[in-house]
């Protein structure tokens, strides 16, 4: 079992460099080991691009071993056609008479459908392995297809003495209350998130560009509020850099739930995962209607003594690091 352990954290690390990259796939890592060694390793790499399997068996240099080799996969492998054939099949053909499984694929054309044509096949199969850690990989991807809606992270920036900004400001730019080294993370995550959210008056306050542009990747869509189509066309969002969605009365109806109705929208146009980025109103709606899995909060050095409240989040137990001189805490929702 421990050796089990081993190899699928190596597939787990291996599915990591996906990050960003796969959507709607999920993040997969694959190992193929033969007599205590490991002779090919492989993960997903890109939407429609071969799998983790795949890459795994191709890159086994003697492939007349595999007959005899065990398979590890963090997810199970697929049973079904998409824009790829079955790895389960794949891995039939090749002979591999071991298969070592993190966790369950929860995509309803997966879903048991893969471990069960391996066993029918005849093949030893081992599922389990680390599961919550490959739980935790696929986040989003779970989030997604089991509660139907994007897992949603929730960002902002406050001062020591809890202000997200003055009340008042010079121009149309953002008052940066982190150090540089804190905004350059917040590009990465950019990078691995599908999209990321604003409201109204973030926009016309700010003009940002919500971009990743201080980090190597995909920018993420941008997703903007806009119920009586305020924003003019000059903003930055509106520019080529990125995929901009704008959700005016016409998209979604703001006097129901508003919480409910964006992440309806979200699963909707296959959005699995998002960052709200928005001010006050936008992260206390989220907040208030409980519609949250992490909760990202700089606070820089600096003191405002009057300005806009940052959110409120009733959160005591969190996860404190520092980056030169901020603090970041990462709150979890439980709930």
Known sequence: MKNHEHYIKRCIELAQNGLGTTYPNPLVGSVIVYDGKIIGEGWHQKAGGPHAEVHAIRSVKNPELLPFATIYVSLEPCS???KTPPCSDLIIKHQIPNIVIGTIDPFAKVAGNGIKKLVEAGRNVTVGILEDE??????RFFTFHNKKRPYIILKWAESQDGFLAPLTKQ???????????????VHKWRT?????LVGTQTVIDDNPSLTARDWKGNNPIRIVLDQNNRISKENHIFDNLAKTLVLSSNTIDYSKNIGIQITDFLFQNNIQSVIIEGGRKTLQTFIDEKLWDEARIFKGPIYFENGIQSPFINKKEGVKNTIVEDE?????NND
């Open 171 to 185: 121009n149309r730019q953002p008052v940066w209350i982190t150090n540089h080294c804190s905004r350059q993370l």
């Open 328 to 332: 970041l805490l990462i709150f979890f």
């Open 134 to 139: 490959c739980n935790q990989l696929n986040k």
């Open 192 to 196: 691995e998130e599908q999209a990321i």
């Open 80 to 82: 079904h056609f998409g």
